[in-house]
């Protein structure tokens, strides 16, 4: 039988993929007609597949590896855990230490009066927390109608059904009857995508006001929450204009509106800060996390919440009847206590605020430069670019041009792991990436848009240039 130190050939262990592995997010009869990328190793900034490739990660795995491959004292922190207690619940007024100090430690580090914490095992689970809390909340203050939570086109909040139908995508709407009831979208301030004439300090507090209509519309009495990512990750790296977040602010609190903002990609030092809330100085009162909490080396989520909230669930909520079997596993929480301290102590946030994450600006707007791409944004150590056929009007390929994959599959021939949504291109490199490394992900990324103008202007796709 196979073992995984010594795997089975890569035909092989596709052939028994094709058979058996359902994949998330994947056409399972395209993905098995050339059969699935098999990725056996990694460290550092790099993985090898099963061939012997090595590929610059440029997503961090999900956008979670925020500390890169091959930590060991992540590892030795799982072990040592695992030997002490492997598994016990917080359930029936039972804690442990490693739930005990990393509520604790979260407490510190995140802004304003988010003070408490609601273990879960991922980001989808803890949005759906959220969901049941901030309904409970506004029923233990005796207004059980204030239930509906806006949230927007085009985010992401996870694949569980509230998280999937608090996210706005609508192709995973199609699947499965979503949303579930009382979530309701408004858009997006995408301004590249959907800002046509006007600039984007106007169009930035348009999309904002477009929550205000809402709520006038449903009646505030009936909305219990918005939702929105800071910046949004999985829907292309989509930056808010300066003028988003103060308006958004601004209505929730004149319609008391609970504001939840899910940092569970921009959280733990992805834009230069701990949380990008401190970016664009949000005060949220409820704050989901994952993904980097742990460096991706286990899995944890969990939704933080403020003295508001919280003060009235303990006063007013009784018994919350909701809970994960894996709520505040003590494995994932000593990993992520393990990798706060790593944070903290190789001055990661610091580094990547006033060194790298200038530095990858300053190269990554150069892409900018190429006929290709319409536009180059960052924040942080978050990353996209626009394909477009003609940059000066901002155009876009047509659907089934395909010119996303195209570029992403020239990145993985050429070594990079950069993902495409639709027809933007999006980066989310470890955190600890160096400048080098940073030269070698950007010429990966320019030589692999070279190849891709290369087959559009043969396939007549490019405005000409005439
Ligand atoms: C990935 C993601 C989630 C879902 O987290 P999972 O751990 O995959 O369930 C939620 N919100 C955002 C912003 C994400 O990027």
Redesign the pocket.
């Known amino acids: 039988m196979a073992t995984l130190d010594n795997h089975l050939p890569t035909n092989e262990l596709q052939a028994l993929d094709a058979a058996h592995h359902i994949h998330p997010f994947s056409d399972r009869a395209a993905m098995n007609a050339k059969g699935a990328r098999v990725i056996t190793r990694a460290d550092g900034l790099y993985l090898w597949d099963s061939e012997g490739e090595k590929l610059l990660d440029g997503m961090a795995g999900?956008?979670c590896v925020n500390l890169g491959y091959g930590r060991q004292e992540l590892v030795d922190a799982a072990a040592r855990q695992m030997s002490q207690l492997p598994y016990y619940n917080t359930f029936f007024q039972t804690t442990h230490p490693p739930a005990v100090m990393l509520s604790a430690r979260l407490a510190e580090l995140a802004p304003g009066t988010l003070n408490h914490v609601f273990f879960a095992g991922?980001?989808?689970?803890a949005?759906d927390t959220n969901v049941r809390m901030v309904r409970h909340y506004w029923a233990s203050l005796g207004q059980p109608d204030k239930k509906t939570i806006i949230a927007r086109k085009n985010g992401?909040?996870?694949?569980t059904l509230a998280?999937a139908s608090l996210g706005g995508m609508s192709a995973m709407h199609e699947q499965g009857g979503l949303p579930i009831l009382d979530i309701t979208h408004i858009d997006q301030p995408y301004w590249w995508g959907e800002g046509g004439d006007n600039s984007p300090a106007e169009f930035g507090l348009a999309r904002a006001r477009a929550l205000e209509t809402e709520i006038e519309r449903i009646g505030a009495d009936k909305v219990a929450a918005f939702i929105a990512?800071p910046v949004q990750?999985?829907g292309g790296v989509i930056i808010p204009p300066e003028t988003y977040w103060p308006e958004i602010q601004r209505i929730c609190r004149a319609h008391d509106i609970l504001l939840i903002v899910?940092e569970?990609?921009t959280g733990f030092g992805r834009t230069g800060n701990w949380f990008a809330s401190e970016v664009f100085n949000i005060t949220p009162d409820i704050m989901?996390i994952?993904?980097g909490l742990t460096s991706g080396y286990l899995p944890i989520?969990a939704s933080v919440v403020s003295d508001k909230v919280a003060n009235v669930l303990s006063e007013k909520g009784g018994d919350f009847h909701h809970g994960y079997t894996y709520s505040g596993h003590p494995a994932a929480c000593a990993v992520a206590l393990e990798n706060l301290r790593l944070i903290e102590e190789e001055h990661v946030i610091e580094t990547v605020a006033t060194k790298t994450a200038p530095y990858l600006k300053e190269k990554w707007q150069s892409l900018s430069d190429h006929p290709l791409v319409g536009e180059a944004r960052i924040c942080g150590m978050m990353a996209a670019i626009e394909l477009t056929p003609d940059k000066a009007a901002r155009a876009r390929f047509s659907d089934d041009s395909n010119v996303g994959i195209t570029c992403r599959n020239f990145c993985f021939d050429n070594g990079l792991i950069m993902r495409s949504v639709g027809d933007v291109m999006v980066i989310s490199p470890p955190l600890n990436i160096s400048t080098s490394q940073i030269n070698e992900l950007v010429g990966l990324a320019f030589k692999s848009l070279d190849m891709t103008l290369d087959v559009l202007t043969k396939g007549g796709l490019m405005k000409s240039a005439a």
Do not use: M, P, R
């Open positions: 999900l956008w991922s980001g989808s689970e949005n992401y909040h996870g694949s998280a990512e990750g999985a899910d569970v990609i989901t994952a993904k989520g």
